[in-house]
């Protein structure tokens, strides 16, 4: 039990760590990922606050960035 939890966290963190660095190369490729069907097993505020990050980055929006917050 604890190893399938172990791997549903990382699972969890590769999907975040490849949307993040979508955001370096394409904000507009974020919303497809996000909505695959990967990514929606883990669905939740970590996951909305990346595509709050990704809109911040392509608005090119300091003011949007800051109000994104991650609540856990």
């Known amino acids: 039990m604890l190893l399938f939890v172990f791997v549903v966290v990382v699972m969890a963190f ?4 490849q949307l993040l ?9 974020v919303q497809g990922i996000v909505t695959g069907k990967l990514a929606l097993k883990y669905s939740g505020p970590q996951i909305e606050a990346i595509q709050s990050i990704a809109k911040a980055s392509q608005d090119r929006s300091v003011a949007e960035f800051e109000k994104v917050r991650i609540v856990t």
């Open 14 to 17: 590769v999907v975040m760590t």
């Open 21 to 29: 660095l979508l955001l370096f190369t394409s904000a507009e490729d």
